[in-house]
């Protein structure tokens, strides 16, 4: 009795223990003096740690806190097309990220995120508005069904669950839609991922004159991982990616975008990411790639661009990506260091979702981006990124581009980006 009316006021968790210690004075294991002295230093015990302030409903098994935050300085120069001007700016910027992950049994769990800022590829928020406060934004609202140990479905606005690079798909953008996840593993070597996607990519209105037609993004992948030797690691994982066409005016995006009322038109997407892992000894290494033809790419220019004739010599419908990565910033005292180059055609990739700091998210460019790491605690990492881009195709006549001039504005760019990170 003792015990029950110490532990009434604490949470449901910790009156597990007066339970214990009631059954252990009925079996006459403990005296009732001795189970009020246990008592007593287990209340004590839980209002000196704290233990009561966090309750979780009956229905969550378990939840996972996380957050972090990186404060950037970055430095950008673009030159214009034609011998055009060079406008260079700089900027300091801060992006806050703050989410949960529930569990509420073997089969279904749920995330929530809060980020800062509103487009899809970035939650950078500018800062240097006279101290003007930030603005909270979901970034994640996702709920997960594995009804068998090889099969997960989610639905909601989720992360990216294919396998790929920022060539294709910008690495702050989240999906939003159908996602189902089957995997298999057929030998210790081997193991076999099929991920496919129904992606609600614009809401149109219906009684719009044009482009009133909902726009769908289907995506599917099937991904092979093959241990082809002890610690070396074969990735690849075709795929392709089609959008049902029509408008993107609603589209929210940091970068130089693409806006028509048919701007999601002819885009049908052969890819082809992978890569080979060695993870043996003190420095993993990766060699990696990225591919995407547009097999559309001749009647977007034609068609959804209206470039005129004159100038469709820009119609290149591959876009591809090599690099190399060595070492891996986990822990205290880990570094990184990650160079690739790309090829962007003009018709190749969508450019409302493909990097947006790379050559500021235009086409037609090429370049090279060098990113490196280090960790200073277990929780704080410094990093660095370098952007430098130009013409894929020199000097088009951006007047003869149709509605394609908005997203080949730049002959080429320089881009620096310092961050400091920080978990908690």
């Not at 950008?76 to 703050?98: F, I, W």
């Not at 009804?147 to 997960?152: I, T």
């Not at 996840?181 to 099929?194: C, M, R």
Request: aromatic share 10%; charged share 15%.
């Amino acid at each position: 009795m003792a015990s029950s009316l110490l532990f009434a006021p604490i949470s449901p968790a910790v009156a597990q223990d007066s339970a214990l210690v009631d059954a252990l004075v009925r079996k006459g294991i403990l005296s009732s003096g001795e189970a009020e002295n246990i008592t007593s230093d287990l209340v004590r015990e839980y209002q000196t740690t704290g233990g009561g302030k966090i309750e979780l409903a009956n229905h969550v098994r378990h939840l996972s806190i996380y957050g972090d935050a990186r404060l950037r300085y970055q430095w950008d120069q673009q030159k214009a097309q034609a011998g055009g001007a060079v406008s260079p700016s700089n900027k300091t910027r801060v992006r806050l990220c703050l989410g949960g992950e529930y569990t509420f049994s073997d089969q279904w769990s749920a995330g929530v995120q809060l980020l800062t800022a509103t487009v899809n590829d970035s939650a950078n928020q500018n800062i240097g508005a006279g101290y003007g406060k930030f603005g909270i934004n979901v970034g994640l609202l996702y709920l997960n069904w594995r009804p068998a140990d090889w099969l997960s479905l989610t639905a909601g606005r989720q992360r990216n669950p294919f396998y790929t690079t920022d060539l294709v798909w910008d690495g702050d953008i989240c999906l939003e839609g159908l996602v189902q996840v089957a995997a298999w593993k057929p030998g210790d070597s081997l193991s076999l991922t099929l991920t496919t996607g129904q992606l609600y990519f614009a809401d149109n209105p219906e009684n719009a004159a044009v482009g009133n037609v909902d726009v769908w993004q289907f995506v599917e992948q099937a991904r092979l991982d093959w241990q082809v030797a002890p610690h070396v690691t074969v990735t690849l994982a075709p795929g392709v990616s089609t959008m049902t066409g029509g408008s993107t005016l609603g589209i929210n995006t940091s970068a130089v975008r693409y806006l028509t009322a048919s701007g999601a038109d002819n885009l049908n997407l052969l890819l082809f990411p992978g890569e080979v892992r060695y993870d043996g000894g003190t420095l993993p290494l990766k060699f990696y790639w990225d591919f995407a033809y547009n097999t559309a790419g001749a009647r977007r220019v034609q068609q959804t661009f209206a470039v005129a004739p004159s100038q469709r010599g820009l119609d290149d419908s591959i876009a591809w990506l090599i690099g190399v990565k060595a070492g891996r910033a986990r822990k205290k005292g880990d570094w990184s260091v990650d160079v690739n180059f790309r090829t962007l055609g003009l018709s190749s990739v969508d450019s409302n979702l493909s990097d947006g700091d790379f050559a500021a998210g235009n086409l037609n460019q090429q370049g090279i981006k060098v990113s490196g790491q280090y960790r200073f605690t277990d929780s704080v990492t410094g990093g660095i990124n370098l952007f430098s881009t130009w013409s894929y195709k020199d000097d088009p006549d951006v007047a003869a581009l149709g509605n394609a001039g908005g997203i080949v504005s730049i002959n080429s760019q320089q881009l620096v980006e310092f961050d400091l990170q920080w978990k908690f």
